[in-house]
Structure formats: C-alpha cells, structure tokens
T-cell receptor
Framework: NAGVTQTPKFQVLKTGQSMTLQCAQD?????MSWYRQDPGMGLRLIHY???????DQGEVPNGYNVSRSTTEDFPLRLLSAAPSQTSVYFC?????????????????FGEGSWLTVV | QKEVEQDPGPLSVPEGAIVSLNCTYS??????FMWYRQYSRKGPELLMYTYSSGNKEDGRFTAQVDKSSKYISLFIRDSQPSDSATYLCAMTSFASGGSYIPTFGRGTSLIVHP
C-alpha cells in the first residue's frame, strides 16, 4: 500500500530558486493538504484542497502555490525560495467530509520533505 | 490565543510510568478528537480518535474528552521506551456550517527512559 507519497525527501535550494514538492495518494481521498512543521510551532496548514479543481489557503500560504488537477496529485510550488521556508513539509490526505468511522476520520501523512534554503 | 493549546514538553518519564498528555481548546463546535503519534523524522500517524465526550480505550492507551471543560487527554499505561515520540492532538467539527479542516495542537514530546 503506497498511501501518501512525497518527493523529494531532501532538498537544498538557494535563495530565489523555485521548486515543486510532489505529493500523490492512491486512496481516492477528496481532501489533500500541505503542512509545514517547525520546532515549537507544530503543524501549520499551508494550502488544502477538498477535490480536483478546488484549493484554498491555510494558515501560512504566502510564498506557496498549489493546484489540484487530479484527485491523486497535489503539488506544492515554492515561487522564490527564502531562508524562512526552511522546514519539514508534510502532505496529508483523508476522506471528506469526515465520517464517524476510524477510516473516515484518519488523516494520512506522507513521510515528509526536508527543505533547506541557503 | 490558538484554538488548540498543547504543552510542547518535553515530558520525561521512567519506563512503566503512567503518562498523561493533554490539550485544551476554545471552539465548542469541535466534535471529533484525535491523537496522532509522530516518531522522529516520520510523518504523524493516527493513534486514537473519539467522538464527542467520554472515554475510549485501546490496549495501554485511553483517550478522554470533557467537552464541558474543553479538555482532552491521552493516558498511556505501563509506558515503554518505544512510546517515545511526539503526540499531537487534533480536532474537527462535523456540524452543519462548521469547518471539517482539522486543527492540530503543537505536539508534546514524550521521552520514556529505561
């Protein structure tokens, strides 16, 4: 079972460069999201999507773009990388809306992408 | 003030101790309450979830929700070194007009030493 797959796992960028973090899920989930996790800050929602063609901003969207052209894929684009974007990024997916079952409430996370901007 | 407050720790306990992890929240619309466990350099994984108030037990783990106090807890009995991880609470509402987008606490780092 692949679940949620993120690539790359590690990346070093120079300030001003752009890149795309890839995320794919094979569970036919409607909801997909991107979080960044920084020490002491917990998980902060960047962008999310509740279906193909639908995206919305989370708590910290500045400097990031997303699109959702298929149910399976939800790439995160860094437009012009800044040192403040050095972080661990997690993609997540789940059914939407949540249901009263364990399967319907579980948010599945990818393994994470470690990004350093120098 | 964040919607969900969670003490980041670290919480260090000896093996075999009973561990209590807690979160408080301010949004009375929250109905689903979840606990995720995150090992170092891994993504979070769902450990337990509860709906509305009450207790739920799964092996050594008990999740407790007190909606009147807006307070949730995760108890770990007979803690093991393998329980060392960061524990994140998360919650969401299922009410009409509510947001289904989950809200996470900052996570509590737990260290169980032999």
């Amino acid at each position: 079972n692949a679940g949620v797959t993120q690539t790359p796992k590690f990346q070093v960028l120079k300030t001003g460069q752009s890149m795309t973090l890839q995320c794919a899920q094979d569970m036919n989930h409607e909801y997909m999201s991107w979080y960044r996790q920084d020490p002491g800050m917990g998980l902060r929602l960047i962008h999310y999507s509740v279906g193909a063609g639908i995206t919305d901003q989370g708590e910290v969207p500045n400097g990031y773009n997303v699109s959702r052209s298929t149910t399976e894929d939800f790439p995160l684009r860094l437009l012009s990388a800044a040192p403040s974007q050095t972080s661990v990024y997690f993609c997540a997916s789940s059914t939407y809306p949540p249901t009263g079952t364990r399967a319907g409430n579980t948010i599945y996370f990818g393994e994470g992408s470690w990004l350093t901007v120098v | 003030q964040k919607e969900v407050e969670q003490d980041p720790g670290p919480l260090s306990v000896p093996e075999g101790a009973i561990v209590s992890l807690n979160c408080t929240y301010s949004n009375s619309a929250f109905q689903y309450f979840m606990w995720y466990r995150q090992y170092s350099r891994k993504g979070p994984e769902l450990l337990m979830y509860t709906y509305s108030s009450g207790n739920k037990e799964d092996g050594r783990f008990t999740a407790q929700v007190d909606k009147s106090s807006k307070y949730i807890s995760l108890f770990i009995r007979d803690s093991q070194p393998s329980d060392s991880a960061t524990y994140l609470c998360a919650m969401t509402s299922f009410a009409s007009g509510g947001s289904y987008i989950p809200t996470f606490g900052r996570g509590t780092s737990l260290i169980v030493h032999p």
